[in-house]
Structures are given as C-alpha cells and as structure tokens.
C-alpha cells in the first residue's frame, strides 16, 4: 500500500482556510491524494508516488501535462511582455478567433470566456435573447457547469428517478442549494437519445434551445444513437429552439472541428473549453453569426451581456493558439497516435474480461474510453445507473490507484488517453488492470 501520509497532512492544513480543503467540490476524491508534479502522462504526488495519469484533471491535458510546445509559446510571449491590458482588442485574440472559425465548420464567429461553465451560461444566455423564450431542455445525465440553468440531473440516483419517463420529462433534481424554484420550473430533463421526449416537451413549452453533449462524457461514454443528433438538428428547425452542442469535453479532443463535425450534424452555437488549450483556462463560445452578432447588437435592449475582466488573458490565449498548432502538425499526427493507443487500450481490456470471465464492456471515442459492468453500452443515465455494477467499478478504481494508475476514484467517470502515452504505458496499465479487476471481483 502507498503511503499518502504528506498528503492528507497538507488537505488537513489546507481545511483549516479553504472549505472542505480543495477548491473545487468535483476535485474531492479517495484516496485523498495531494499531488504535486505532472510531466506529459504522469503525475507526482507528495509521497513521492508516480501514477500514470487516465484522468488528465477531467480532461483537458489532450497534449499531455506541460506539452513543451505549448509551454515555450507561453514562455515566450511572457518574455515579449505582453499583459492583460483590458481596453480595446488584441492580435492574439484575433489570432486564435481566425484559427478556430477556420478549422470548426459549425463556427462563423466566436467569443472568449474563462471557463466552460461561463460558455454555457452565455449559450443559453443568448438563445434566450434571439428566441425571446425562456424555457430550455437539457439531458438527464449530462454536466454542463455549475450555474442555476444546468446545475441539474447528473447522476441522479435511480429510486429518485423512478421508472424510465418517455415520452415526458424528469423532475428538476438540482445538485447545488440556492437555486430558486421559479428558475428550476424553467428548464426541462430528457433522457439522451429521446426525440420522442424532445418533442412532447418542445410541444408543451416555449422552448429556448436545448443543450447537450454530443456524447455524455461526465457519466462514461454514451454515444448518441445514429439519427439522435440529426433528429434534434430537425426538432430545432421544426420548433425554432436553438440548438447547443456542448463540446467542452468532445471538442479538440475528437477532432478540432468537434464531435460535429465527425457527426455531420450543425448546431446553431458550440462551446468548447478544456482540450482547447491543453489545461490553460479558456473557452470557447461560436456559432452562427448572426446569433453571435446579439453581443454587439446595435439596440442595446437586444444586446447580450459577454464581459469579463480576464477573456482572453494572453496566457491561455496563446496555449490556445499553441494547442491548435500542435494538433495540426503533420496532418493530424496526435489523433492517429490517440486512436492507435486507445484502440490498443479497448483490445486489451476486453481480452482481461473475458478471460476473468467478467460481464462487461468498453466504451471509446478515440483517446476517451469507459469501462462498463454491464453487457451494453448504455444508451443512457437511466440504462447506466440501472445496469453497472457500481461497487466492482469503484474497487476496480481504488485498486489500480494503489498500483499506481490514476482512473479517478468515481464510477463511470471517463479515462483519458494523451498525446504523451506511450505504447509501454499501455501496456504496464493493462497490466495492472488485470490485477486490479482480479482483486476488485473477488
Ligand atoms: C461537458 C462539460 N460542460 C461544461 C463543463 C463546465 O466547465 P468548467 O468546469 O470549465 O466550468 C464541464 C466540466 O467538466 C463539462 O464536462
């Protein structure tokens, strides 16, 4: 067993100025590890533990912590002096919003926030304005920040649930107190891969725009069924609601034109966050222009409210541009590596369940993957959370952190493969699942 004894000592110390010790509550895990150091696809505790990093900080380290490319440009743009100057534009902003209108097809003009939460809020934000509607639709199992709109039906337990509503809606679970009880009547929960659900809500209530990820990835990886994000794409042009595609995980990581783009389906405006800058905090909100114009509409009773003292902080601003530059790099190279590794990853995970004789699959796109204890993929939350083993998941977990391989300590969080693996990382953690899934079914 490793010792983790610098680490609490350091959570206990921290507990006595910070709340609950740890600044963000998703971050609270057990083990209580307190790490220290990451290089490209491992991280340090302040044991002196090394783990080979799946979580990748719920994943934006795409590249692997502390890509050199991207750590030079921001070194170097340092050196050149370049500040936060709050008034008036900057070459690098204008840089990167050429670079992400010419690479994301679905993006005709963007604008920059610091975090994903931010581009959500603004998303529905807008689709409010441009529809003069105020009601919104979101997906019973996706996250999509923490603010009062979607602060809602993550992994809400089964017995809270009941049996599977379609077609209709789930009541409004928050995950958060204080958000007002008018505000929660506003927005509606449907299973992903639900058009009927969809529909009956879309026929009941004004709808602003529905938000979703284009693959839940806060609970795993449940893809959308073949005619799910085409048939939303339709409901939204039948019922006039905006379409919002939530790419803070998918975007970057999948491709740089986002999960869209690999779907062909167009949302009206995207967010993306995370992979964008490889860990330097920024995100993204693009669309169409003429929704995007409503944050510089010349009636000011219609215009949108975007601002921010730190959008477009030069620092993750050029890790944006660094990242995007790196993705590019011999047409495409790290996502070849990515799906080489991940591919590689789902063989040999199957090969141990089978041979543990153990009832379970591996979801995968590209570098992120799931395992699940059940015998499908789940379609979604409800199938998920009625199926999985849950227990033998979180053995599974616990076990392979004490083997040094970091999977974080919550069921059906999504691994994330980087740029950085290797081959022999692979290998070595296939290994050690092995181990720990003998030990966890035991
Ligand atoms: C899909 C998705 N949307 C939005 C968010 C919120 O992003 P942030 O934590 O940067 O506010 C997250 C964070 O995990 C996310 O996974």
Redesign the pocket.
Known sequence: MPSYTRSKAILAKNSKYIPGGVV?V?RVASPEITFVKAHGAYMWDADGNRYIDYHAA??PHFLGHNDPHVTQAVHQVLQQGASLYGSGTTLLEGQLAEMICEHVPSVESVQFL???????YQAIRLARAVTERDHIIVIQG?????HND?SCNLMTPLADLGLRVSPGEYPYRPISAGIPIDHQKLVHIVNFNDLDSVRYVCEKYPIAALLT?PIL??IGIVKPEPSFLTGLRALADEFGFILIF?????GFRHAIGGYASIAKVMPDLV?F??AVANGY?I?VIGGKRRLMDFFAHSDPSKRVLLAGTYNAHPLPTIAAIATIERLLMNDGEVYRHVETLGARMQQGIEQIVSALGLCAVVARQGSAFCMYFMDHEPKDWHDLAEHHDFGLDTRMRKNLIEQGIYFFPVPVKQCSISAAHTEEDIVLTLEQIKQALARAAN
Request: hydrophobic share 25%; glycine share 14%; proline share 3%.
């Open positions: 963000s998703n719920f994943a610091n975090s994903g939460s931010e581009a959500t996706g996250y999509n920040g923490w979607v990820e990835q806060n939530d790419e803070i995980k998918t967010v966050g995370k905090p995100a």
